[in-house]
């Protein structure tokens, strides 16, 4: 047909967050541009290996890659406004440790222990999600407290399913960054779908 395709390897949760509500304008501005999109999960080395360009999540030390860095997010912790009310609430630091943590690999609550001066290990407890979207859903239903980044987390936020517990923000120590092999920026709608992807998250 003609048409140039492109296999991009997303981030579930980046994927339904930040891309899909944008998509559409893509489609519409490159109709020459066949897109696919793939679910990877490259902090857990579930990767999409025949992708042209992949958004991955984690510190941007990635050798094996050019990239750049796409968004960078911060923490706070959210649950269920039922949760709050039969649990809460959660003022202090201890009230929050002592609390059902939601956790998972690709946000430690370490971070936010720490930027309130506590040196904290994980919760040994509660349960654990590596899928960011899949940990919004848990806090939701009620099943505890997670750390989640709020540029992911808003479509929950902005549907009143989950509420902040601290009006304060940390920054997540991981970023989303598109990384893609020596010599695919030379394809023009490798380029092209960067440019957009960059200059629509800004």
């Not at 094996?64 to 649990?87: F, G």
């Amino acid at each position: 047909n003609g048409k140039r395709k492109l296999r991009v390897a997303v981030t579930p949760t980046f994927s339904r967050s930040i891309l899909m509500p944008r998509l559409r304008a893509f489609i519409e501005a490159y109709p020459e541009i066949d897109l696919t999109l793939q679910v990877s999960i490259p902090l857990l080395d579930v990767v999409a290996e025949d992708a042209d360009l992949m958004v991955r999540f984690g510190t941007g030390r990635y050798a094996d890659v050019e990239h750049v860095c796409l968004m960078t997010d911060e923490v706070t912790p959210l649950a269920s406004p039922a949760y709050i009310r039969d649990n809460g609430p959660f003022d202090t630091l201890e009230e929050l440790q002592a609390a059902k943590l939601i956790k998972s690999p690709l946000e430690p609550w370490r971070t936010w222990f720490l930027a309130h001066g506590l040196d904290a290990v994980e919760p040994a407890e509660g349960s654990s999600f590596n899928d960011i979207g899949l940990m919004c859903d848990a806090a939701a239903q009620g099943l505890g407290i997670a750390l989640v980044r709020l540029k992911l987390g808003q479509p929950w936020i902005d549907n009143g399913a989950l509420v902040r517990l601290s009006p304060r923000n940390v920054p997540s120590p991981h970023a989303h960054y598109l990384c893609w092999r020596t010599g695919v920026m030379d394809r023009w709608e490798c380029a092209a779908f960067a440019d957009w992807l960059r200059s629509s998250i800004h």
